[in-house]
């Protein structure tokens, strides 16, 4: 054996003999620890989404969808309605209101298309909308509270009969203030009959069709008014007129929903709301549209129309003639009829209908127009 291998073979048993004094040494000597457990398994996440549209970008992206295909849906005969509600999976649809002397066979109407964008089209039977004369008051039980129709204490509760004496009868929507003076609410064609009011004119309360009449029953005089555009190519968004009072209190009669909130609330499809008017006094309902575009009639002969953009549409049998001018506002009540964070906040301002459906302004840009705002309950005034 030659040197070399023999001094590899010394180290190798060296190293041999070294290892097992080492193993020996940790097998007697170390202490004694657990085993050591494999980590715990992490779960499988899958892997992340951008996340998709809000409901109110999804609402936003209708509304354009709608905005630019109006003109194309006006065209085709029998439409008078275009706006954006929901279906019944929460989803925004864009809504065509078709008179329903139109006729629409089973597939609807040619040139209405199913789908618009990525929304889907719903055309539904209305219409025509149109400003109603009053009608009669729903009778009234003794414990229902006082008849809307008639003639009321000073200061007289907001919802009850009002017009100028020159007109018919509508209802006093609620009290708004400019931070120093107070004012009575309504509708311009029921505090300027026939576009031809001025400033300065006397209103009362109630209405002349109920009875009122000038100096005995005067209210208040005419202030302010946005004049409707009588134009199927307008694009009026407020029927709303103010009239300087200390007369009217911001609450309703007894059976009534009591006071407004002075916050407002921006209508949705679906809402509950809810109205105290001169004909139907308390009434229940649901947004069914917003956003809409609506061709609505003024005049007993029918041939004037103006087309309204903007516009909230109320679902179902929620007003009748005489209720105009009436406010409408938010109901929010849980199953016990407690009531939530936003009920009776107004909506919108009631100014036409065909019956079935009730067409509004809404209340902010009433407001927004007069400079004032809802005196009501967290008013501060």
């Known amino acids: 054996m030659t040197p070399r291998r023999n001094l590899v073979l010394a180290v190798a048993i060296a190293a041999v003999t070294c290892a097992g004094v080492g193993l020996h040494w940790t097998l ?28 109110q970008e999804l609402l936003a992206a209708a509304m354009q969808v709608q905005s630019d295909n109006e003109s194309m849906l006006f065209a085709v005969p029998g439409v008078v309605g275009v706006g954006i509600g929901f279906t019944g999976a929460g989803m925004p649809t864009i809504k065509v209101f078709v008179d329903p002397a139109a006729s629409p066979g089973p597939r609807g109407l040619p040139g209405i298309p199913e789908v618009l964008g990525l929304f889907p089209v719903t055309v539904e039977p209305a219409g025509p909308f149109r400003v109603l004369p009053p009608e009669p008051a729903a009778p009234v039980s003794a414990d229902e509270g006082p008849v809307p129709t008639g003639r009321f204490d000073r200061p007289v509760p907001m919802g009850v009969s009002t017009g100028h004496t020159r007109s018919t009868a509508g209802t006093i929507g609620a009290v708004v203030t400019d931070g120093e ?149 938010a109901r929010d009540l849980d199953r016990d009829g407690n009531a939530g964070p936003d009920d009776r906040k107004p909506v919108a301002l009631l100014f036409a209908g065909d019956g079935r459906l ?3 302004n809404p209340i902010d840009l009433v407001l927004d127009r007069f400079d004032v705002t809802i005196l009501g309950e967290g008013a501060g005034r």
Request: glycine share 12%; proline share 12%.
């Open 358 to 360: 009730t067409i509004a």
């Open 28 to 55: 007697t000597s170390w202490p004694t620890r657990p085993p050591t457990l494999p980590p715990p398994s992490l779960p499988t996440r899958p892997p992340l989404q951008p996340p998709g549209p809000s409901a």
């Open 181 to 329: 003076r107070r004012y009575a609410l309504s509708n311009w064609h029921v505090f300027v009959p026939g576009g031809e009011g001025q400033v300065g004119d006397v209103l009362l309360q109630p209405g002349p069709v109920d009875g009122g009449s000038d100096p005995g029953d005067a209210i208040g005089t005419l202030t302010a008014f946005e004049p409707v555009v009588l134009s199927p190519f307008a694009t009026n968004r407020i029927d709303a007129a103010i009239a300087r009072t200390d007369e009217v209190l911001p609450e309703t009669p007894v059976g009534g929903y009591g006071s407004p909130r002075s916050a407002t609330l921006t209508a949705k499809p679906g809402l509950q709301v809810q109205k105290y008017g001169r004909t139907t006094r308390l009434t229940v309902g649901e947004v069914e549209a917003v956003n809409a575009s609506i061709n609505v009639t003024y005049g007993s002969a029918g041939s004037q129309v103006g087309r309204f953009v903007g516009q909230i549409m109320v679902c179902c049998n929620f007003s009748k003639g005489g209720d105009s001018g009436s406010l409408i506002v």
